[in-house]
């Protein structure tokens, strides 16, 4: 009788195969979903602690000299005498009305536990100076929940030890402020993001104050595009990380807009909204051009922000009624259905009219194809809000704007104050008293009822804007 095999009979072997397929499986599954939505915390979290992401393969107490390659992008975002300056001593920290920033074209150390950023005195005389990394300093209310960040120059004995050595750069921003407010998140965070990190190529890194894990899903699709390394959480991860250069702050350039002329230039609104096609994976589609090809039979797609809290459309199934008999496919975006920001760019993108009351469902129309339509409603005692912060804007963005202001009878205010109450005679006088009395009166405190007749004129306006486009 001959000796016995090591290796495992067929069947043996079929039978194992089948039983570590479903492993194999939910391994593969894990992982993908992990890269897509970072949907377990536990392997995010472990991936901050202990992750290699752009870690150098030096000893982790040794500097990086600042490759050729990262030069540029730091030049880039100054200009005169901060561009001197930052040339001649390798820092440059300068101020805007909305924003405080320190470009560091030299090794820096991050000490997370303190937010402190250290800086070797080489050809920089002693300094110390402090950046809250949010774009809206002077609103005191916004800024009260953001981490100041220390940049300051120190002895090189006298520095903390790098414990984590990175071979690229890093931008520090917060989530703090108004995050978590769609508006906020583009105007004060996501636009300056990208106006201050794209030059980089991807090659840098992000460390974030006053993390919020939420929001950081939310968008890791634009994350993910202008930065190949995992962010790093400031709050949980509390050691000093060394990189060979640094931008503390996100460069602003005015609401809502990217302007090509400023620092760093070459950037317009059109390119950042070809970014974030790019980024959410949306057809490029140019309004004008599929306007050739619509079929006699298709009707234009209207989507209409439905609000449920304040600046609701307390007719809106008499507005939806009327636009569909005016020939429009009308879809109603819930605010349900607005919360998932990587499915609502994919609706709002198809769409040739989007109607909404001022609020931030409106920064939606960042989604939509050139040549469509805007078509904001704009409610008692928010005209300059309205006009300033998406009216002037989609100018720039390729779209055309329609504002529909309503009038006494058709805010709920009406039940409230007579037409002689300077809350509906002197809406400046209210606004004078501050954000929150404002706020509490014409945000938070109204609804409207559109008068049909009226508004039909104005959905009347947007087919007609739709058609000229086609020409």
Request: aromatic share 10%.
């Given at each position: 009788?001959?000796?016995?095999?090591?290796r495992p009979s067929c069947g043996a072997a079929v039978t194992i195969c089948l039983f570590l397929l479903p492993l194999l499986y939910i391994g593969i599954r894990r992982s993908s979903s992990w890269q897509s939505d970072f949907s377990s915390l536990s392997s995010w979290r472990m991936q901050i602690s202990h992750g290699s992401g752009g870690l150098s393969s030096k000893n982790n107490t040794e500097s990086i000299e600042m490759e050729g390659e990262f030069s540029k992008p730091f030049q880039r975002l100054v200009r005169g005498k901060e561009r001197?300056?930052?040339?001649?001593?390798?820092?440059?920290?300068?101020?805007?009305?909305l924003s405080d920033v320190c470009v560091i074209k030299q090794n820096v150390r991050i000490d997370?536990?303190?937010?402190?950023?250290?800086?070797?005195?080489?050809?920089?005389?002693?300094?110390?100076?402090?950046?809250?990394?949010?774009?809206?300093?002077?609103?005191?209310?916004?800024?009260?929940?953001?981490?100041?960040?220390?940049?300051?120059?120190?002895?090189?004995?006298?520095?903390?030890a790098c414990q984590v050595t990175h071979t690229v750069p890093v931008v520090v921003?917060?989530?703090?402020?108004?995050?978590?407010?769609?508006?906020?998140?583009?105007n004060d965070i996501?636009?300056?993001?990208?106006?201050?990190?794209?030059?980089?190529?991807?090659?840098?890194?992000?460390?974030?104050?006053?993390?919020?894990?939420?929001?950081?899903?939310?968008?890791?699709?634009?994350?993910?595009?202008?930065?190949?390394?995992?962010?790093?959480?400031?709050t949980k991860d509390r050691r000093v990380h060394c990189f060979?250069?640094?931008?503390?702050?996100?460069?602003?350039?005015?609401?809502?807009?990217?302007n090509a002329s400023d620092v760093p230039g070459g950037y317009s609104t059109l390119d950042f909204k070809r970014f974030l096609r790019e980024s959410f994976n949306l057809k490029d589609r140019n309004r004008t051009e599929a306007a050739f090809t619509r079929q006699e039979d298709q009707k234009p797609n209207l989507v209409l922000i439905s609000?449920?809290?304040?600046?609701?459309?307390?007719?809106?199934?008499?507005?939806?009624?009327?636009?569909?008999?005016?020939?429009?496919?009308?879809?109603?975006?819930?605010?349900?259905?607005?919360?998932?920001?990587?499915?609502?760019?994919?609706?709002?993108h198809s769409c040739d009219v989007l109607v909404g009351a001022h609020g931030a469902g409106i920064a939606n129309s960042l989604f939509l194809p050139e040549g469509a339509v805007l078509v904001q409603v704009v409610p008692l005692g928010l005209n300059w809000a309205s006009t300033t912060y998406y009216g002037d804007p989609s100018r720039a963005m390729g779209i055309h704007y329609l504002e529909y202001q309503v009038t006494y009878?058709?805010?709920?205010?009406?039940?409230?104050?007579?037409?002689?109450?300077?809350?509906?005679?002197?809406?400046?006088?209210?606004?004078?008293?501050?954000?929150?009395?404002?706020?509490?009166?014409?945000?938070?405190?109204?609804?409207?009822?559109?008068?049909?007749?009226?508004?039909?004129?104005?959905?009347?306006?947007?087919?007609?804007r739709l058609r000229w486009s086609a020409r």
């Open positions: 009788m001959g000796k016995e095999s090591k001197r300056e930052l040339d001649t001593t390798g820092v440059s920290c300068f101020s805007d009305p997370t536990s303190t937010m402190t950023v250290y800086i070797a005195p080489e050809n920089q005389p002693p300094m110390q100076y402090t950046v809250r990394p949010y774009a809206r300093k002077t609103d005191n209310t916004c800024m009260e929940a953001v981490t100041p960040v220390e940049v300051r120059t120190i002895a090189d004995d006298n520095r903390p921003f917060s989530t703090g402020g108004f995050a978590s407010n769609l508006f906020h998140d583009f996501i636009i300056p993001l990208f106006l201050t990190s794209r030059n980089f190529r991807s090659q840098l890194m992000f460390a974030v104050t006053d993390f919020m894990l939420s929001w950081i899903r939310k968008y890791h699709p634009i994350l993910a595009h202008l930065s190949s390394y995992d962010p790093i959480d400031t060979p250069g640094a931008v503390i702050g996100l460069k602003y350039h005015s609401d809502f807009t990217c609000r449920r809290n304040s600046r609701q459309f307390l007719n809106e199934d008499e507005l939806v009624g009327m636009a569909r008999e005016l020939g429009f496919h009308v879809t109603v975006a819930s605010p349900q259905r607005v919360a998932n920001l990587q499915k609502f760019a994919q609706v709002v009878n058709e805010s709920s205010l009406s039940d409230t104050y007579p037409p002689d109450h300077p809350v509906i005679a002197d809406p400046n006088s209210i606004h004078l008293q501050g954000y929150r009395v404002s706020r509490a009166v014409y945000v938070d405190g109204q609804n409207l009822r559109l008068d049909l007749a009226r508004f039909k004129e104005t959905l009347l306006q947007a087919m007609q």
